[in-house]
């Protein structure tokens, strides 16, 4: 089951604000870190050959693995998974990843490059680390961090890893060793992957789980899941209202410190990834919502203003269902594209069916609530003759904009609770990868 996806093109990159995309590119042309900007990336980038994205294992019969993808059309192996490179561990739980240094340190002359994908353990505690330059099309495992050289930070249930400008590498916790909720941020080194005896910040938040950095705006803004003893047995809507968070962190990017928190409320329950405009100088973001199904836009109050503040700027109706409610595009199964021209009133403009539980011919049958554009239940495409199955996860759009990859796993407590079948068909799909 596919977590992330990442894009991978020998000697190019992604953009420059790329330090907190869920996915990312590898090394760019007339410098190893990426380009000077966005638009530079998207016009002088050659298209990507080869894809990267974490497979899991949900039932620990062998350890996760790094897959790598032919993405080249031209290809004899194009579609195809060409390189299994496992971790030593089963049961790790693999989950987001990030690069070792990247745009963020344009320009720097020390001789940083984007050459490892860093890799947290959500299950174990552990990091990996994947030398993705040295042979690109068969990338190796360079470093293990074990979960007793983090012991130190008090934090675990790592998620969210992004490079830093000084090549630092910077990973969120959501919890304490004992599964307890606890938001907070540990430093690596980026290139030996020692853990620092500091924290990026002593204070600690109420929730943890992803981040977006925007040094122009002093701000480091970071969202909330739940307590990983809740979370990591499944979902239970009994427990959300003391289990999960409706909450944002705002941080003061220089002095390290919370600033600002802002609860979202019953139209922001459970926030989960933060995504600006590519743009440095906007100060527009936005967070997912995924229990009250909303995208919240992120802004100051006013323009010069060290304030910060949320609006529901996309509303989903609940699917009424025989028995369930469903609070998210991965379950119900539809990725959707707005039109952000203006951050905060954006405009639907297309919807693909790629998966999900209300699919036609399925177990679910749908009392009301579909979008007005899919009139009855969808059907679902097949790729190579085999039905997809989960639900759209994780995407990565390629740098000219043209091509858009999608994974389907959650995580695993939670795939085999909405999707039981997901591990087995995947498995047993031909040239997909597993």
């Given at each position: ?24 590119s590898c090394c760019a042309g007339g410098d190893s870190l990426g380009w000077a900007t966005p638009i530079d990336a998207y016009t002088n980038s050659e298209r ?34 060409i390189a299994r490179t496992p971790v030593p561990y089963k049961g790790d739980e693999l989950h987001h990843s990030g690069w070792n240094a990247c745009s963020s ?330």
């Amino acid at each position: 089951m596919c977590r992330q996806v990442f894009v991978d093109k020998p000697a190019r990159c992604l953009a420059y604000h790329d330090h907190s995309a869920t996915m990312a590119s590898c090394c760019a042309g007339g410098d190893s870190l990426g380009w000077a900007t966005p638009i530079d990336a998207y016009t002088n980038s050659e298209r990507e050959t080869l894809l990267y994205t974490i497979a899991v294992v949900p039932d620990h019969s062998r350890p996760d693995y790094l897959a790598t993808i032919d993405a080249d059309p031209e290809s004899e192996t194009y579609s195809q998974v060409i390189a299994r490179t496992p971790v030593p561990y089963k049961g790790d739980e693999l989950h987001h990843s990030g690069w070792n240094a990247c745009s963020s340190c344009f320009g720097d002359k020390s001789g940083k490059r984007r050459k490892y994908l860093v890799t947290p353990a959500l299950a174990t505690n552990r990091v990996y680390a994947f030398d993705v330059a040295t042979d690109p099309r068969q990338p190796t495992l360079a470093k293990v961090v074990e979960p007793e050289a983090l012991k130190k930070t008090g934090l675990a249930y790592l998620h969210t890893s992004h490079c830093l400008a000084n090549g630092e590498v910077m990973i969120s916790g959501m919890g304490d060793a004992d599964g307890n909720a606890k938001g907070g941020f540990i430093l690596l080194d980026g290139d030996t992957f020692e853990v620092k005896d500091d924290k990026w910040a002593d204070q600690t938040t109420e929730f943890g789980y992803d981040f977006w950095y925007q040094p122009h705006h002093d701000l480091l803004v970071s969202s909330s899941w739940g307590a990983p003893s809740a979370f990591s047995k499944g979902f239970n809507p009994a427990e959300v209202a003391e289990k999960y968070g409706d909450k944002l962190f705002f941080f003061s990017w220089k002095e390290r410190k919370l600033t600002q928190t802002i609860s979202l409320g019953a139209e922001g329950l459970i926030p989960l990834e933060i995504r600006f405009l590519h743009d440095p100088w906007k100060a527009n973001g936005f967070v997912g919502a995924a229990l009250s199904s909303n995208v919240i836009h992120i802004h100051k109050e006013v323009n010069g203003s060290t304030k910060w503040k949320t609006d529901v700027v996309i509303k989903q109706p609940w699917t009424k269902v025989e028995g369930f409610i469903y609070f998210s595009n991965w379950l119900r199964g539809d990725l959707v594209q707005y039109d952000i021209s203006d951050p905060a009133s954006p405009k639907f403009n297309s919807r693909v069916w790629l998966g999900g539980s209300i699919r036609k011919g399925g177990s679910v049958k749908v009392l009301e609530g579909l979008p007005e554009d899919t009139p009855e239940q969808p059907e679902i495409p097949t790729v190579k003759g085999v039905e997809l199955q989960g639900g759209p996860q994780m995407i990565q759009l390629s740098r000219d904009g043209r091509r858009l990859y999608v994974t389907n796993s959650l995580f695993s407590p939670w795939d085999q609770q909405f999707y039981p079948g997901l591990a087995e068909k995947a498995r047993a799909a031909p040239g997909l990868p597993g």
